[in-house]
């Protein structure tokens, strides 16, 4: 790693310790960022499909964690500790089958003076993470294969893979 100051990161004060980023002199600005989580499913899960959800008496596999990752993205403040309380214009999340894995897409927008990026990565996480809960009775063999910034825009710097 390359010798860096500790005020190269945005999250340390000129002292090294950890601060929150005043945004107090930035404008509001539109703000979208786009996440996703992967996780594969072994055979014996895809088995349990029917349609586009695998029902367990916990209720719908999808259903369930896309409103654990829309809950997830309003409460990231809580879960990571200096990112910004912000006020959520819309939280999206998608499932879809891909081959063996299950693609999960966190689209979060906001009106504000820092990004939602924290917010879809959160959200994706999570939802994952209740897919791995929900299917863990028929099989521990599932991965959360990656967890990745998709895009960004309506900050200082746009971003898009």
Same mark, same amino acid.
């Given at each position: 790693?390359?010798?860096?100051?500790?005020?190269?990161?945005?999250?340390?004060?000129?002292?090294?310790?950890?601060?929150m980023?005043?945004?107090?002199?930035?404008?509001?600005?539109?703000?979208?960022?786009?996440?996703e989580?992967?996780?594969?499913?072994?055979?014996?899960?895809?088995?349990?499909?029917?349609?586009?959800?695998?029902?367990?008496?916990?209720?719908?596999?999808?259903?369930?964690?896309?409103?654990?990752g829309?809950?997830?993205?309003?409460k990231t403040?809580?879960?990571?500790?200096?990112?910004?309380?912000?006020?959520?214009?819309?939280?999206?999340?998608?499932?879809?089958?891909? +081959?063996? #894995?299950? %693609? $999960? /897409?966190? *689209?979060?927008?906001?009106?504000?003076?820092? @990004?939602?990026?924290?917010?879809?990565?959160?959200?994706?996480?999570?939802?994952?993470?209740?897919?791995?809960?929900?299917?863990?009775?028929? +099989?521990? #063999?599932? %991965? $959360? /294969?990656? *967890?990745?910034?998709?895009?960004?825009?309506? @900050?200082?710097?746009?971003?898009?893979?």
């Open positions: 790693m390359a010798n860096q100051s500790s005020t190269d990161f945005t999250h340390l004060n000129t002292a090294g310790q950890p601060a980023v005043d945004v107090s002199g930035k404008d509001n600005t539109f703000r979208i960022a786009v996440a989580s992967r996780i594969y499913l072994p055979e014996i899960i895809r088995h349990q499909f029917q349609g586009n959800d695998i029902q367990t008496r916990k209720g719908g596999v999808f259903q369930t964690a896309i409103i654990a829309i809950m997830a993205a309003k403040p809580e879960l990571i500790p200096l990112c910004h309380t912000l006020l959520l214009d819309g939280c999206d999340v998608a499932i879809v089958m891909e +081959s063996e #894995e299950a %693609v $999960i /897409r966190c *689209t979060v927008k906001t009106t504000g003076k820092t @990004g939602v990026e924290m917010e879809a990565l959160t959200g994706a996480s999570v939802a994952a993470l209740t897919i791995y809960d929900m299917c863990k009775a028929f +099989s521990q #063999e599932m %991965v $959360i /294969r990656e *967890t990745k910034l998709i895009s960004k825009s309506g @900050g200082k710097h746009d971003y898009s893979r």
